[in-house]
């Protein structure tokens, strides 16, 4: 019985420190996130960075495709521009994110396929949304896997899935124009 | 003095003959290639991603068709042309899928069967000045004939064909 007691406390006790990291993990990533969503009407998505990161030229462009398209079905934009798009300039409330690739791990299609748990590919990218002046509104970083299943360009949907997360979370849907 | 001998001149002019015809009929050979068929990864406007179609390059364009759907892309807007390379499994697709799911790990062990790729992705601007970026997959070897005609046809490339040869495929030069 006591041992039984003595267990419990233990696993009890494991649970509260792992709740607590989980609470600290939590909030340490919310950390700088905007207290009310933003409003703006138009995003404009620069071309992503990897200076320090050697990023094969396909996980590059994959990203940035993705999250193109991902921004755009969040519907929180009137305007999803791209990096470089003259109509940008126009848009009273712009909103630009800058994308910098921190980590990137190539790993296997095969070896997830034959061993399921080996091979994983996997990018931690930098996110920055600033404003038309330039001034940083938030940040927060985002990592993209894939862990089983899928080719390795698959990261990097996963990624822009996560990218339309924060995007969904920190900024306000756009209102429909009055008629 | 040395004198030549009128047989093995006409044998020595027969050879190089020969020689350079055989030359000239293999460099025609890799020119045949003017239709690639390709998997159309992400990229190109109004089409599905992981298309199959076919790419030809023209002297200002470049068509991606499949069916009767056709997307250009202009070879003055394309910013740069990589090559790298990848591979897939030989049953791959929803078969593919459903082998995952055969008994005794056969599904696991057909998957060490795996097929070459050729990667192409192009970064190219639309008229408005937005950045763009096309990737497709070709039988091996392919990439480079493709990246070759587009560069021929005037498209920019940081990594010049003769400069890739050498190097790693795949990687970006950092800028």
């Given at each position: 019985m006591k041992l039984a007691n003595g267990r419990g406390r233990i696993v009890g006790s494991i649970a509260a420190v792992a709740l607590g990291f989980g609470f600290a993990a939590v909030l340490a990533a919310r950390a700088d996130a905007p207290p009310t969503p933003v409003h703006a009407s138009a995003i404009q998505i620069e071309q992503i960075q990897s200076e320090d990161v050697k990023l094969p030229a396909e996980f590059q462009m994959s990203m940035y495709e993705h999250v193109v398209e991902e921004i755009g079905k969040t519907k929180r934009f009137a305007h999803v521009y791209r990096d470089g798009?003259?109509?940008?300039?126009?848009?009273?409330?712009l909103v630009t994110l800058h994308c910098t690739v921190t980590g990137f791990k190539q790993g296997s299609a095969m070896e997830r396929q034959v061993?399921?748990?080996?091979g994983a590919t996997s990018i931690t990218v930098h996110l920055e949304f600033t404003d038309k002046n330039g001034q940083k509104l938030f940040q927060n970083d985002v990592k993209g896997n894939v862990r089983f299943f899928g080719e390795n360009l698959r990261a990097t949907y996963n990624f822009s899935k996560q990218v339309a997360g924060v995007v969904r979370q920190d900024f306000a849907a756009v209102t429909p124009a009055k008629k | 003095m040395f004198k030549l001998n009128p047989r093995v001149c006409l044998s020595l002019l027969a050879l190089s003959a020969t020689l350079t015809t055989c030359a000239s009929f293999t460099q025609a050979q890799e020119k045949q290639i003017t239709t690639f068929k390709v998997v159309h990864v992400i990229g190109l406007e109004a089409i599905q991603h992981n298309t199959k179609g076919r790419v030809t390059v023209s002297k200002d364009a470049l068509t991606f068709s499949t069916g009767p759907t056709k997307s250009d892309l202009a070879?003055?807007?394309?910013?740069d042309v990589l090559t790298g390379a990848d591979s897939q499994r030989m049953i791959h697709g929803s078969l593919g899928t459903l082998t995952m799911f055969a008994p005794y790990g056969s599904g696991r062990f057909l998957s060490l069967f795996r097929q070459k790729l050729d990667t192409l992705t192009i970064e190219y601007r639309d008229p408005n000045g937005g950045l763009h970026g096309a990737i497709f997959t070709l039988p091996q070897g392919e990439a480079a004939l493709l990246k070759d005609q587009l560069v021929a046809a005037g498209a920019k490339a940081t990594v010049v064909p003769a400069e890739e040869a050498g190097q790693p495929t795949g990687k970006k030069e950092a800028k």
């Open positions: 798009d003259r109509d940008a300039a126009s848009a009273p409330d061993t399921t748990v080996a | 070879i003055s807007g394309i910013q």
